[in-house]
């Protein structure tokens, strides 16, 4: 899916054995992502480990209108 950030959003990095890498911001752009299982959005990179953005935050963005999804 698509995923279009309007605003600077913090996401979660993890590195690729599930653990815990800190944040990153996200700029304003257009970035590919899949659904996890627990519900999060993984966004892809072209290159590094993929960032993660939690269910209950990524919900609250698309209402204020920092990020849209494309399916």
Do not use: C, H
Request: charged share 25%; aromatic share 8%.
């Amino acid at each position: 899916m698509q995923v279009y950030v309007t605003r600077n959003i913090i996401a979660r990095m993890r590195r690729n054995d599930g653990t815990d890498n800190g944040n990153k911001s996200l700029v304003p752009g257009k970035y590919e992502a899949n659904k996890t299982n627990d519900g999060a959005l993984e966004i892809l990179q072209s290159q590094g480990e993929p960032l993660y953005l939690l269910p209950f935050i990524w919900w609250e963005k698309m209402e204020l209108g920092d990020i849209m999804i494309a399916a």
